[in-house]
């Protein structure tokens, strides 16, 4: 999947809020900006751990309805100048559940060379006053190494970013006709 293709319609010109997930999922199916053909939430918001309801409940208040409510919140996104990328851009499973972390995954996404690439990428994407923010699931190893050669950045689990909704407002829905 060519994950740049899909999130370059949603990069804000000015990136305001760059948030830092763990690697796009290892089936290779999904993505944060590869709008679901069907998409429906489901469950109790505190319970979903997926990414899609930790950025939008935080930022909307809510997940979105469908596939079409989806599409707005990434371009309301976008609008608040809100960006998000991996540490590394590829498919890497980092923990399946019930099971240990993968040791050469970690290895990898922490190994100098894409610790180099990621710092020159956030270079690339943010000014001085951009809030970077790295969104990581609880009990993960790698993140003293990452604390170690990003200063000045946010580590944050995703269930606290999911459910702290002071900075939420809501995605206004325009009309069909007035959609870009």
Not at 80 to 96: A, C, M, P, S, Y
Request: aromatic content about 10%.
């Amino acid at each position: 999947m060519k994950y740049n293709q899909l999130a370059k319609p949603y990069k804000p010109k000015d990136i305001r809020v760059l948030l830092i997930g763990e690697a796009p999922p290892s089936n290779g199916n999904r993505y944060f900006y590869k709008i679901p053909e069907t998409y429906k939430p489901v469950g109790n918001v505190a319970d979903d751990s997926s990414l899609t309801a930790t950025i939008f409940n935080h930022y909307f208040v809510r997940r979105p309805n469908d596939p079409a409510e989806y599409e707005q919140f990434l371009k309301c996104l976008k609008e608040r100048g809100v960006f998000l990328i991996d540490i590394i851009n590829e498919n890497l499973e980092i923990k399946k559940r019930g099971q240990p972390f993968n040791k050469e995954n970690i290895k990898k996404l922490v190994s100098p060379e894409n610790l180099s690439d990621l710092k020159r990428r956030i270079k690339k994407l943010t000014r001085s006053d951009t809030k970077i923010i790295f969104l990581l699931p609880t009990g993960r190893p790698y993140v003293k190494k990452l604390r170690e050669v990003f200063l000045d950045v946010s580590f944050v689990n995703w269930k606290c970013f999911r459910l702290d909704i002071h900075e939420a407002e809501e995605c206004e829905r325009k009309p069909a006709h007035n959609r870009k």
